[in-house]
């Protein structure tokens, strides 16, 4: 079974920086595309970032220059590096995966920003 298990998040001040990293266990198959979604409270589930295995990126105009998206394919594990965080940035963090037309999710970590 297929699982993508999220670490990293928490509570920051705004100006601050968190990183979140993500791993795939239990799977031998790598993924395509991976990347990074937010839900904060009241609101849809809104893609941050995504890399291809090509290293192609693609951020959400709000965290562009804020965000940074990375991956270790040969680890299946994915990192956004969130720097100059704001307090619009809380909300919960999700991973996801992409591989043979199914998308995989993390279990999600609350990242909180502190005005």
């Known amino acids: 079974q297929v699982q993508l298990v999220q670490s990293g998040g928490g509570l920051v001040q705004a100006g601050g920086s968190l990183r979140l990293s993500c791993a795939a266990s239990g799977s031998i198959f790598s993924f395509n595309t991976m990347g990074w979604y937010r839900q904060a409270p009241g609101n849809q589930r809104e893609m941050v970032a995504t890399i291809t295995t090509r290293g192609s990126t693609n951020y959400a105009d709000s965290v562009k220059g804020r965000f940074t998206i990375s991956r270790d394919s040969a680890k299946n594990t994915v990192y956004l590096q969130m720097n100059s965080l704001k307090p619009e940035d809380t909300a919960v963090y999700f991973c996801?995966?992409?591989?043979?037309?199914?998308?995989?999710w993390g279990q999600g970590t609350q990242v909180t920003v502190s005005s």
């Open positions: 996801a995966g992409w591989a043979f037309s199914s998308v995989y």
